[in-house]
């Protein structure tokens, strides 16, 4: 069977049982609490803890995922190991609150022997010590023999968090057979016996350490690595034997000229490039990119270990675009972004070997070096290894492993307080902190009575609503035309009146349940739960805010049109006086590029079209072409936007009714805010005229201060910056004359050939011009001048003629420490500079020292 095969088998036999086939969702989990999607949950999270309702009673997916961050991180093990994997697919089958163990157990049966034909005889399962009724089903259902079902505590208990929704579980062991160990079951060998299914019954809700009562729907997760699943079916030892891992082995062995098989460190490399490629693959097209924060640095630490590799077998070429290409080849009709990305892909790759390449042969001789003086047991030195990650791109865990491979550690708490010192991270503030647990329990028994927020400010400013919750957070209403923080749209303001006070609301965020919170003045009066109240918004803010989210879209539009369609969204923010935009792209754009998306934005709000938001299907919007770059959250409704021709694009904000609405256009700014990523920062509506107004404001006042009239502002400018640059000569002249008066006073007190003199009162430029002029006087070797410029500090200056036996440098090395300072060693003319003036007296007798006068 090929890993195609197992697919289409897995979700074919699910969905011929009532399961809803759902497509992977992103890398990129909308769970904060994960780097990346890790497990084939993570997209459910939201039904199973109960803060959304599921849109169908049961699926079935193929997740992609990846554990290469965090406590998830099998990065080292990579190559090395024959079964861990950073990218992987998790089979699963879920049922939120429809069926349970009674029909969980016999499918997952049926499916691994029936359909994957596993010998039944070689199956063990395991279950909670406390799960008497999976124990029976296995055993009176499914007619396993008591022996071969074994009981565990805490390895067979799943739980999310410490509070929340829990539940035991049951998994499936595949006896590999005698010659990998002892018999015994999973209890007795653990390499004999190979879990390949995983069964966690959700059916208890722990509220607290010692209290957990039974949830209302019992659900189903069910976990099955597609891998380590389809090397049992295949009866082979390693996945790097499976049909498509095998394929990018070969391919990484022929873009390296490696023989496989021929030498063990080789075939490591061979098999990490290999491993990598998968990884850099989809979550490139996810859209991550190689930075040095979170997600992004991730990526790039795996990237630039498989660069490593390459560079170690050898190869001098770039070869990551190669094995991407052959990623998109094996996986592609399974995953069809990859096609659409597959440009994209390969492009971001390359630049980033291209980048490593040329600092990993100078890093890589620096380490070397360094870990040359070190031996076995030894630490190399956090400052080394941040001066590796911060000059020459090395990730801290690239060094730990070339530092491991000769057994020598690194010193992680030097590197830390090093990139402590360094690092600026840029942390988003929440504005109203955590919500504590009793008012999070609160919302989640609102949403179970009430139902989410019904939000029906699309349609309207101000509505009639009923207080279901007040507390020090705010305010829980039933219905709103508030819009709750989202998608980069701030959250809306407004007020809450009712019998006996008004209520000012200072922003709306989105909380569990689909509920929104109304966050108050800190001087309002709360009304009280059961009260009526006439929620009102601020509408002109409202106004400008969708003025300035349609506008976001269009500037999405316009940038992929200039720029090509490897920009994806990274980022936003929508207020009401601006809107911020962050994309992807390698490299700043040109004042020519910038201008080409205001005009391609402000055409299309001079052409006025609709702005059609509507609600469809996930599948009708894909249809549709709609576009969205964060990973779509599993549900069947979704909003989409079409504004103009070019643009189509998932969002849940509010926008204008036409895109004349916005007004006008115009860009502030744009710059880098990482690597690869890029930030547009522009004004819609009356923003651009104020702007204009303000700038105008500016130049009427420089106009002023050079006498001209705004017509005349450029040829003022350049009239009044040709006197100065006239004036500069002048002074230049007089300066010189000046020195060279000075000099002559000066020269007659040489001694031996050498003037030591203080000149105080004079720039430290004129120090340098006089000594010069010192110098090149007949019978003069050589002039070293001190002085206490107005700036503060200590001047010091050494000139010497080539043939007066002197070296200016070291007329000044002795005299520079006495002045707590340093500076140049140049052999004719040395300059240096010091804070100690009290010493400058002294400075100057040792360089006369020095001179030998």
């Not at 609150?97 to 005889?121: H, N, R, S």
């Not at 396993?144 to 079902?149: G, K, M, S, T």
């Not at 030097?414 to 990139?419: A, P």
């Not at 010497?800 to 420490?817: F, I, M, N």
Request: proline share 4%.
């Amino acid at each position: 069977m090929k890993a195609n095969e197992l697919r289409r088998a897995f979700t074919g036999y699910f969905e011929d049982r009532g399961h809803t086939i759902v497509p992977s969702a992103s890398l990129v989990p909308h769970d904060p609490t994960v780097l990346f999607t890790v497990a084939g949950m993570v997209p459910f999270k939201p039904y199973f803890v109960g803060d959304e309702v599921a849109p169908w009673p049961r699926v079935t997916t193929v997740q992609k995922c990846v554990r290469a961050g965090g406590k998830h991180n099998d990065l080292d093990e990579i190559g090395i190991s024959e079964r861990h994997l950073t990218f992987f697919e998790m089979l699963g089958n879920f049922s939120f609150g429809d069926y349970f163990k009674a029909e969980a157990i016999p499918m997952a049966w049926d499916f691994v022997t029936e359909v994957l034909g596993l010998d039944g005889d070689r199956l063990w399962a395991t279950v909670h010590t406390s799960d008497d009724e999976a124990h029976d089903l296995w055993h009176d259902g499914i007619g396993l023999p008591v022996e071969r079902i074994q009981r565990f505590d805490e390895d067979n208990f799943w739980r999310m968090a410490e509070t929340g929704p829990c539940g035991p579980s049951s998994e499936i062991f595949f006896d590999k057979g005698p010659s990998f160990g002892i018999d015994g079951g999973p209890a007795a060998n653990e390499d004999r016996y190979i879990e390949i299914w995983n069964l966690v019954f959700m059916q208890f809700d722990q509220q607290t350490p010692d209290r957990a009562v039974p949830l209302p729907k019992p659900s189903i997760d069910t976990g099955a690595g597609l891998e380590r699943l389809l090397s049992v079916v295949e009866g082979v030892g390693s996945v790097y034997e499976l049909d498509e891992i095998a394929a990018l082995v070969e391919t990484a062995a022929e873009h390296t000229g490696t023989v496989y098989g021929a030498d063990e460190r080789a075939d490591i490399s061979v098999r990490i490039l290999a491993e990598h490629a998968r990884t850099m693959t989809f979550l490139i097209s996810d859209g991550v990119f190689p930075t040095n924060e979170e997600r992004g640095y991730a990526l790039r630490r795996i990237m630039r270990r498989a660069i490593r590799h390459a560079y170690l077998l050898g190869v001098d070429d770039v070869v990551t675009p190669s094995l991407v290409d052959k990623v998109v080849e094996l996986m592609g009709a399974d995953y069809p972004d990859l096609v659409d990305n597959q440009a994209f892909i390969t492009g971001v790759v390359q630049k980033e070997e291209e980048r490593f390449r040329e600092t990993l042969r100078t890093g890589s001789l620096l380490l070397d070096a360094e870990l040359g003086r070190l031996g076995r047991g030894d630490e190399l030195a956090g400052g080394v290894a941040f001066l590796l990650h911060d000059t020459y791109g090395f990730p801290v865990e690239v060094t730990q492993e070339i530092a491991s491979e000769q057994g020598i550690g690194v010193d992680l708490d030097g590197f830390d307080t090093d990139m402590a010192a360094q690092r600026k991270r840029a942390k988003d503030a929440q504005k109203f902190g955590e919500v504590d647990a009793g008012d999070l329990a609160e919302y989640h028994s609102i949403t179970a009575q009430h139902g989410p927020t019904d939000f029906v400010g699309r349609e309207a400013v101000t509505a009639e609503a009923t207080v279901l919750a007040a507390s020090s957070d705010g305010v829980v209403l039933d219905r709103t035309p508030f819009y709750a923080e989202s998608g980069g749209q701030v959250g809306d303001t407004g007020d809450l009146r009712f019998e006996g006070g008004c209520a000012t609301v200072v922003d709306t965020t989105a909380i569990a349940g689909g509920l929104h919170l109304h966050h108050l003045a800190a001087d309002a009066v709360v009304p009280p739960v059961g009260v009526t109240v006439t929620a009102t918004i601020d509408a002109e803010r409202r106004d400008a805010i969708r003025r300035n989210h349609t506008a976001t879209h269009l500037v999405h539009s316009a940038l992929r049109q200039i720029l090509g369609d490897h920009v994806k969204q990274q980022g936003s923010l929508v207020e009401p006086d601006r809107l911020r935009f962050d994309f992807s792209h390698y490299e700043a754009l040109t004042p020519t590029q910038i201008a080409d998306v205001e005009d391609l934005v402000n055409a299309e709000i001079m052409g006025n079209s609709p702005a059609h938001h509507f609600e469809t299907t996930m599948d009708h919007a894909r249809e549709l072409g709609a576009i969205a770059f964060f990973g779509d959250k599993y549900g069947d409704a979704v909003r989409v936007l079409q504004a103009g021709d070019h643009s189509l694009e998932l969002c849940g904000g509010t926008h204008v009714d036409a895109l004349g609405d916005i007004g006008s256009f115009a860009i502030v700014s744009e710059g880098s805010i990482g690597s690869n990523i890029r930030r547009i920062e522009a004004v819609s509506g009356m923003g651009p005229l104020l702007r204009l107004r303000a700038q105008q404001a500016r130049l009427d006042e420089i106009a002023g201060v050079l006498g001209v009239g705004d017509d005349d502002l450029v040829g003022g400018l350049q009239r009044r910056l040709d006197e100065l640059k006239s004036l500069r000569k002048e002074l230049e002249t007089s300066r010189r004359r000046a020195a060279v008066g000075q000099a002559d006073e000066l020269v007659s007190g040489a001694v031996d050939g050498v003037v030591v003199a203080r000149v105080d009162g004079i720039s430290r430029d004129d120090v340098r011009d006089l000594a010069v002029a010192i110098r090149d006087r007949p019978d003069i070797r050589a002039a070293v001048l001190g002085s206490a410029p107005e700036g503060g500090g200590v001047a010091l200056v050494a000139a010497s003629r080539p043939d007066s036996g002197l070296d200016a440098g070291d007329l000044l090395v002795d005299a520079s420490k006495l002045v707590k300072g340093g500076g140049g060693r140049d052999p004719e003319l040395a300059v240096a500079g010091g804070k100690d003036v009290d010493a400058l007296d002294d400075a100057l007798d040792a360089a006369r020292r020095a001179a030998g006068i």
